[in-house]
């Protein structure tokens, strides 16, 4: 019972007291209102206030039972570490049909971490004029040119790997070496990344090591290629990558410029839409790396300015990446970042925020800050949870999150994903997307293993189709695309999703 403010304590206590006397001491609470309050809660979830057609709900009843019996099993996928339970996960029948499904568009994905290490490996690196040196720090880099470079500093000679595998016993072993050196997947990760600052290590030197591979320009064109197709093979339809500064690079070294990558991806993008109608197409987000100082951070801004200036139908906008805890913050380059506006344009901001625990620091105020910045999106926001006014904010202005499960497993910020500050945030129908960041790293491809985790682990039972429904609605309608490209994605989702249901409503 709730008591209105201005009666005074006297009234109030005698109101209780007659509510009491009705009741009887001893009586339940009214079930009409306990049940009224369960349907007020579920319709403030994502997908509270979705209307399923009678075909939905008899998937939905489908999806439930199986999501039950799935939480009965032991180990319970979503509360152990990725890496240990994947191949339980890949057998899952709510996986399986979470494959099948049509999930809209992967909106936080990084360009050099979106292509299977298999890939990786047994196509790239089998390219003639391939070299590899092996580090100090048991990794590899790898380079293509004409004659054999000059050592680098902190690796190995120089080899070229033909002429290095023509003298293997064992080419496969190595080809798996290879494979373990481009990707955190690894059978014992608890053992190998005990603490945050080890993980983070390994994934830059991942990071380092793959660049020589995928800014090979012959590479990095079928590299695009092969990633909207491990998308599109996952049921995507639409996808905005951040890249990086790197740049690509001929067989005699010389480099190409941002603008003529730009144009790669358009060109790759527009190949790949020839041969598969239904793709919508992609943008990207022109990153810099938040290790960068002040002036380099403010150069990235203008470039990427000039880059939307010229091709405004493929660059969405800029972001800061790299490991917060460690670099610089938002407010930070806060001058840098005010370019845009003291110049009179418009650069959008699809700022990494709050991806820390780091509560009550100085990088855990990025998540307000990529607000203040007019973010159209935050990159995972992690802690936005501790920030009432940030969170309130985020959500009347219906700014999204990115939510990458997978990943803030990966990089220790929480480790039972029942536990993922989003399961509030979900109960709470505040708006987000979900994505998979970095797939090749984390041994996934496309969404679905992430639409797993964020639907079993941290929606729980309470999640239900609509939620599914609402998330891959919510990656349309929170891309960057122009009201009339979100319609026409919508359209194509939305015949896919029908014909994804009458499928699965039959049995
Ligand atoms: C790599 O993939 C490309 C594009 O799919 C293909 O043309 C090429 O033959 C492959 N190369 C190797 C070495 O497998
Ligand atoms: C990387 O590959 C090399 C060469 O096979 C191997 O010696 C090394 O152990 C690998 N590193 C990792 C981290 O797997
Ligand atoms: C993109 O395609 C256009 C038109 O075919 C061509 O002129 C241009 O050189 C291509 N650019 C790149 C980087 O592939
Ligand atoms: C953010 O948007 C508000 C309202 O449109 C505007 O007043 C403000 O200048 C913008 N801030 C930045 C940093 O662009
Ligand atoms: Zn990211």
């Known amino acids: 019972m709730i008591i209105p403010p201005e009666t005074s304590s006297d009234v109030s206590l005698l109101m209780v007291v007659v509510f009491l006397s009705i009741q009887g001491c001893h009586s339940a609470p009214d079930p009409k209102q306990r049940d009224q309050m369960l349907k007020q809660e579920r319709s403030e979830r994502l997908g509270g206030r ?29 509360a152990k570490h990725f890496f240990t339970v994947r191949h339980l996960i890949q057998n899952s029948p709510v996986f399986k049909l979470i494959q099948k499904m049509p999930k809209g568009a992967a909106l936080h994905l990084h360009n050099s971490a979106m292509v299977s290490v298999d890939w990786l490996v047994m196509n790239a690196t089998y390219r003639p004029n391939c070299y590899i040196c092996f580090t100090w720090g048991n990794s590899v880099n790898f380079i293509f040119s004409m004659t054999t470079p000059f050592p680098r500093w902190g690796c190995s000679l120089w080899k070229r790997l033909d002429v290095l595998r023509a003298g293997l016993s064992d080419v496969p072993k190595f080809d798996e070496s290879l494979m373990r050196n481009l990707t955190l997947f690894t059978e014992d990760p608890e053992t190998s990344y005990p603490t945050q600052d080890v993980v983070w290590e390994r994934f830059e030197t991942v990071f380092y090591a793959v660049n020589g591979l995928i800014t090979y320009a012959p590479v990095l064109k079928d590299h695009i290629y092969q990633g909207l197709k491990e998308l599109y093979d996952d049921n995507i339809q639409y996808v905005e990558l951040r890249i990086g500064q790197s740049k690509a690079y001929e067989l005699d070294w010389s480099t190409h410029d941002r603008a003529w990558t730009i144009e790669l991806f358009r060109n790759i993008t527009e190949n790949f839409r020839a041969n598969h109608p239904e793709f919508v197409g992609s943008r990207v987000i022109l990153s810099a790396h938040r290790s960068s100082g002040v002036s380099q951070v403010k150069q990235a801004v203008q470039e990427a300015v000039e880059m939307q200036r010229r091709f405004p139908d493929i660059v969405a906008g800029f972001d800061l990446v790299g490991r917060e805890d460690k670099g610089g913050t938002i407010w930070y380059f806060r001058d840098a970042l005010s370019l845009p506006s003291k110049l009179g344009t418009k650069l959008p901001f699809f700022f990494h925020a709050g991806e820390t625990n780091l509560d009550g620091t100085d990088v855990d105020r990025n998540v307000l800050d990529a607000l203040l910045f007019n973010t159209s999106r935050i990159g995972h926001g992690f802690a936005l949870v501790h ?22 497993q990966v990089l220790k910020l929480v480790s039972d994903l029942r536990n993922h500050p989003a399961a509030v945030l979900m109960s709470d129908g505040h708006p987000m997307v979900v994505s998979s960041d970095d797939p090749s790293l984390f041994g996934t491809t496309g969404l679905s293993y992430d639409f797993y985790q964020a639907f079993v682990g941290i929606g729980g039972l309470d999640a239900n189709l609509a939620t599914l429904k609402e998330l891959a609605i919510n990656s349309i309608r929170y891309s960057s695309l122009s009201t009339q490209l979100q319609d026409k994605a919508m359209a194509v989702w939305l015949e896919n999703w029908n014909k994804f249901i009458a499928e699965n409503s039959e049995t």
């Open 387 to 408: 920030h009432p006014l940030a969170r309130q904010l985020s959500r009347t202005t219906r700014v999204p999150l990115e939510i990458c499960p997978i990943s803030n």
């Open 50 to 78: 979705m209307e399923l057609s009678e075909d939905e709900q008899r998937v939905d009843v489908m999806l439930q039972r199986l999501k039950i019996k799935e939480m009965s099993t032991s180990p319970f996928p979503p």
